[in-house]
């Protein structure tokens, strides 16, 4: 049962134009949020994150835009540039408690 | 601080044999979390730990595999009578349950992962 679901597996966007990955969980309980970046042969970091009480939060580049009353989480990076190309997982937990993962979206920013 | 560690980084089996794969999480995480990823595809959950027990291990395949935590030592992922499917990275991540007033959480916190090989 996936309880965080990631429908684009792929994404490619001009360098400086805005990527938007989407997320979408089912299970209301959840408080928190997190976007994880993941590059090849190396684990997930965490990127930025969004606790249920807010609906946005910033850092940088990259902001996370949560929407509870249709479950969806987005996450927008502007400007894209090269190095963002990664696969991006969304993931979800409540309490502190188990992370749900989606099973990512993989972007390719071109120069 | 170091930070969750895993080994091996890459392991070769053949077919039939044993594979134990180790991860120690960060100092203080009592939170363990194994997940594969299958050629192409994204995290799948497997098995969730606390010290010494098993909280959610409905990603598990019903046979061959197993995990522990135990009290001292690391994580452990057994996989016996390996098949060529069971050729994938597995992630461990380990967290420190902890929610905040303002609404912040805990985070996981990723190894590098293990890459296994059955051939």
């Known amino acids: 049962d996936q309880q965080v679901k990631q429908n684009s597996p792929s994404l490619s966007v001009q360098e400086g134009r805005i990527s938007i990955l989407n997320c979408d969980y089912t299970n209301s309980m959840f408080d928190y949020f997190l976007w994880y970046k993941k590059y090849p042969a190396e684990g997930p970091t965490l990127l930025i994150s969004i606790s249920s009480i807010k609906d946005k939060n910033e850092d940088g580049r990259f902001t996370v835009f949560l929407n509870k009353s249709a479950k969806h989480l987005s996450l927008h990076i502007v400007p894209s540039q090269p190095g963002d190309s990664a696969v991006y997982f969304c993931a979800a937990n409540r309490d502190g408690n188990q992370f749900y993962f989606g099973t990512g979206t993989s972007l390719t920013v071109i120069p | 601080n170091a930070g969750v560690m895993q080994n091996p980084r890459h392991l070769v089996r053949r077919r039939g044999q044993e594979a134990r794969l180790r991860c120690s999480p960060m100092?203080?995480?009592?939170?363990v979390y194994w997940y594969r990823q299958l050629p192409e595809e994204g995290l799948k959950f497997m098995v969730y730990?606390?010290?010494?027990?098993?909280?959610?291990e409905s990603g598990m395949p019903k046979e061959r595999f197993s995990a522990e935590f135990p009290k001292e030592g690391p994580s452990i992922l057994r996989i016996q009578q390996v098949v060529r499917g069971d050729s994938a990275a597995y992630f461990c991540a380990s967290s420190l349950r902890r929610v905040s007033p303002d609404g912040s959480n805990t985070e996981a916190f990723f190894g590098q992962g293990t890459r296994l090989t059955v051939v």
């Open positions: 100092k203080g995480h009592s939170h």
């Open positions: 730990l606390q010290k010494e027990n098993i909280i959610d």
